[in-house]
């Protein structure tokens, strides 16, 4: 079979998967089947994907992650090490719930530090950073920073993943970029 992505002799990858050109996929990780992985993306080791996920382009998964079915990353998007994600409200070891999972959406860009957990149905905005350890229980807006348990929210990042600082007009400027962000509110925007 000729395949344009690479996968380690241990990963076990079933039938019916789609995944992107120059994709890599590490040791004892499971991809399971109808599940889609953009191009360019790094699976690392003992990451079990499972069916109708779908992760975008360049999107890095670090060690010892499990990837339920109802969640969907974007591209770019980055999941630390040992980070969870949940995909049923109630569970229950008696009862199945096959037919309750809870779709997350993952927002293009977006950073969830290691240990955190996202309880499924609440999404993450577009360039959001999730700090280490956090537990999210509500939705995470656009570029958001958030931290501890549960998950709050203590300032805002740019899109180089450098804390903005706003100026008495709303305006932030990335240090790296120099891009400009506007504050609006509750919400923050890149000024083109």
Known sequence: MDKDFFAHETAVIDEGCNIGKGT??????HIMSRCEIGEKCNIGQNVVVSPDVK????VKVQNNISIYTGV???????LGP?????NIVNPRSAVI??????????????SIGANATIICGHDIGKYAFIGA???????????SLVIGNPACHIGWMSEFGH???FDQNGIATCPESGEKYQLHGDRVSKIN
Do not use: P, Q
């Open 24 to 29: 890599k996929i590490w040791h004892f990780s």
């Open 97 to 110: 719930r096959k037919d309750e999972y809870v779709r997350t959406l993952v927002g293009k860009g977006a």
């Open 72 to 78: 969907i990353c974007e591209d770019d998007v980055f």
């Open 163 to 165: 804390r903005l600082e």
């Open 133 to 143: 350890g956090a537990v999210v229980t509500r939705e995470v807006k656009d570029y």
């Open 55 to 58: 992760l975008g382009k360049n």
């Open 82 to 86: 040992s980070m969870v994600f949940t």
